[in-house]
């Protein structure tokens, strides 16, 4: 299918820079996104967040000990600002600690936004008030975290950087309500309090060195749930961790050298939307090529196991793909101390393949689907988040936004891609009516809202390069909100929402079982090892150059991506400006 564009009909309005703009949340996606905004001129900019300090999910009161980040070092920064290399690269294998990623949103926040983030003030809803002259403005209110206050702020503009871990997911059968209602006696918390709930963990559960050791279980088999089971470990605690499936995970003896980690060589064996070069062409539409890819990608996922000593027997390697799933995390070379170490020492207890249900009614135990129970001193509850958008957004708002998914019954799945990659036959647990359709445009900005110019999201796209993601978007989102006349935008409401829509059966196509998976405002797009080429996109949209990284015939595959190819995009895109006669 083929979709018409229409160039902006105005820009470069100066009273477009005049207009009061609310960047809501002040993590990664919102720290760069009202930098970038600053930078091209916009004069009333400011954050609000619930957090007491910049960072989200790397805010002080959210980074607890032993966390690590789970990408290479470089994907989670911004070009305005140089990160310092891992403060204890042996102990953490070469990846920045939870303390060294708080520091450095922290003083990105001190550098280029002081003064302008509003702290401890939690949003309770957002809607948009149209006057009789129909002029839009945004209604925020705001309740402060500590005095439980509230006001109504009002904005012209609005970029929504909530991000998709910050409402915790809890089953209603393992929740503190359902632990009391069974006389349930140990702590019982979701990972996202395990930073504030850590001492009493470790005054209530017992060391093995103990007459009585004590005993915790940690429910999920993700990234949380490993990262607690392991510093638990390490503290002396008796640690079970319990799950049905684990994440993947990219491991290697050796540290992976730039040209295949930090390149598109990954990129180009996971197929992208449209397949723009003759290599991608030969590799995902073709006999051999395909043949090739998922014979990569196992044999990555099976040395990967190996790196780091997973037994041929273990449920870690009960674990999603690598190529159709985006539960994976980046572990590198394993450390002495780390889960995967710590699991072949006995340290840590598997107990899966399982899922936990339910409390007995002896208050000491938790109940497993396949008639166990363990008897346990506290439960910490891994299992994920949900989208953070729920709560801020009434029907009507999300309605009107378009920001609502739709099943994708509702959306033309007859346009199937014809990639050959993706006919390799798997078993999908998740029927197509469970999966949802985003309606958003480019991952960026509701379909249904996109000629209004004056609502967008960043951070919503999940990817493994969330820095180089994120600051590209937000120049496209700076350039939307000036009307750029050279921004590339569908050439109505309809084209847009067709153009979503067309994305979402693709995601469907590409990710099956995630889509039902992951929660809805971190999956407005996803390109997790194909971020290169949205990014491509998103810089074309702009009408700037793509595949910056350079290379010739030969070597463009291995050419190392780098935040210095968009350092200057905000000149880049003045420079665009004055081409065209706009101040």
Not at 50 to 66: I, K, L, N
Not at 106 to 122: H, T, V
Not at 147 to 165: A, S, W
Not at 524 to 534: E, G, H, K
Request: aromatic share 10%.
């Amino acid at each position: 299918m083929q979709f018409t564009y229409r160039q902006s009909r105005s820009g470069g309005d100066r009273s477009a820079k005049d207009c009061k703009i609310c960047v809501v949340g002040a993590g990664a996606a919102g720290l760069i996104t009202a930098h970038t905004l600053i930078q091209d001129g916009f004069r009333n900019v400011e954050l609000v967040s619930r957090d007491t300090s910049a960072g989200g999910v790397w805010a002080a009161d959210r980074v607890y000990p032993g966390l690590t980040i789970n990408n290479v070092y470089g994907e989670f920064r911004f070009s305005p600002l140089p990160m310092p290399p891992p403060s204890n690269a042996k102990a953490t294998g070469g990846r920045l600690s939870g303390e060294d990623m708080k520091r450095y949103m922290e003083s990105f926040a001190a550098n280029f936004l002081n003064g302008r983030i509003q702290y401890g003030k939690e949003v309770i809803n957002i809607e948009v008030h149209v006057d009789q002259q129909n002029h839009r403005q945004w209604c925020i209110t705001v309740e402060d975290t500590h005095d439980r206050g509230r006001q109504n702020l009002m904005y012209d503009k609005v970029v929504l950087c909530t991000g998709g871990c910050s409402e915790p997911t809890i089953p209603p059968s393992l929740s503190t309500t359902a632990a009391n209602g069974a006389g349930f006696n140990g702590l019982v918390f979701h990972s996202s309090q395990f930073r504030e709930r850590l001492e009493e963990v470790l005054a209530t559960v017992d060391p093995k060195s103990a007459a009585k050791p004590g005993y915790v279980l940690v429910v999920g088999g993700g990234k949380s749930a490993q990262d607690t089971s392991a510093y638990l470990a390490n503290q002396g605690r008796k640690v079970g961790i319990v799950f049905d499936t684990a994440d993947a995970f990219v491991a290697a003896p050796i540290p992976l050298p730039g040209f295949i980690r930090k390149s598109r060589f990954l990129a180009i064996l996971s197929p992208h939307m449209y397949l723009r070069t003759r290599l991608e062409r030969f590799l995902h539409n073709t006999w051999l090529g395909s043949k090739i890819v998922h014979g990569f990608w196992s044999l990555l996922q099976r040395s990967s196991f190996d790196a780091l000593s997973v037994p041929k027997h273990s449920p870690l390697r009960r674990a999603h793909s690598l190529f159709w799933g985006i539960r994976t995390n980046d572990e590198g070379v394993g450390r002495p101390d780390g889960f995967h170490a710590l699991v072949n020492a006995g340290k840590i207890e598997l107990i899966a393949p399982a899922k936990a249900v339910s409390y007995g009614e002896d208050g000491r135990t938790v109940l497993l689907n396949d008639g166990r129970s363990i008897e346990t001193d506290a439960v910490i509850l891994c299992t994920g988040y949900t989208s953070s958008w729920t709560k801020i957004f009434d029907k009507n708002t999300a309605d009107e936004l378009g920001l609502r998914r739709q099943t994708t019954e509702s959306i033309a799945l007859a346009d199937k891609f014809e990639h050959v990659s993706l006919r390799s036959e798997q078993h999908f647990r998740y029927p197509a009516t469970e999966a949802q359709a985003s309606s958003i445009y480019r991952g960026l900005v509701p379909a249904k809202n996109i000629l209004n110019r004056d609502f967008a999201i960043n951070g919503a796209i999940f990817t493994t390069n969330n820095g180089y993601t994120f600051e590209v978007s937000a120049h496209w989102i700076a350039s939307y909100f000036l009307g750029d006349t050279f921004l590339r935008l569908p050439s109505s409401t309809e084209e847009a929402i067709k153009n979503a829509e067309r994305k979402s059966a693709w995601l469907r196509q590409r990710y099956p079982d995630m889509i039902a998976w992951v929660n809805q405002s971190y999956s407005s797009d996803i390109a997790f090892w194909s971020w290169p080429q949205l990014t491509d996109e998103l810089l074309e949209d702009m009408g700037l150059p793509s595949m910056r990284s350079g290379g010739n015939w030969l070597t463009w595959p291995f050419k190392v991506i780098d935040l210095k190819e968009i350092e200057n995009l905000g000149q880049e895109r003045a420079a665009l400006r004055l081409q065209q006669g706009v101040s």
